[in-house]
């Protein structure tokens, strides 16, 4: 499985990007994917992740309703839109997978995850 990320950039507060995820070699009956983020010192943090078969998508607090997650099966790339960015979402941004069945409540855990993308950058100024 491999993961490549991209559409990381520099925004000022209140903008939008859209990161891709670029998915091959990943087993789409039945799994999990998701967006993560982490700053130089701290741990990795989930941001929103999809599970296989569940319409309903997870995300952390600090995002409900200025991100949204979505796939695009046709062309095996995932996406997250980042609407009304803040400084403090600036960030290394990584997608991630995992080919077993995730719990709702662990879709956010990075140790769930199998596979990782190298990352994106995504730095927000005020």
């Known amino acids: 499985v491999q993961l490549v990320e991209s559409g990381g950039g520099s925004v000022q507060a209140g903008g939008s990007l859209r990161l891709s995820c670029v998915v091959s070699?990943?087993?789409?009956?039945?799994?999990?994917l998701g967006w993560f983020r982490q700053v130089p010192g701290k741990e990795r943090e989930g941001v929103a992740s999809?599970?296989?078969?569940?319409?309903?998508?997870l995300y952390a607090d600090s995002v409900k309703g200025r991100f949204t997650i979505s796939q695009d099966n046709a062309k095996n790339t995932l996406f997250l839109q980042m609407n009304s960015l803040k400084p403090e979402d600036t960030a290394m941004y990584y997608c991630?997978?995992?080919?077993?069945?995730?719990?709702?409540?662990?879709?956010?855990?990075?140790?769930?995850?199998?596979?990782w993308g190298q990352g994106t950058q995504v730095t927000v100024s005020s």
């Open positions: 991630a997978a995992v080919d077993s069945a995730l719990s709702y409540g662990w879709s956010l855990l990075a140790g769930k995850y199998k596979y």
């Open positions: 070699g990943y087993p789409y009956s039945s799994g999990c």
């Open positions: 999809i599970r296989t078969g569940d319409p309903v998508p």
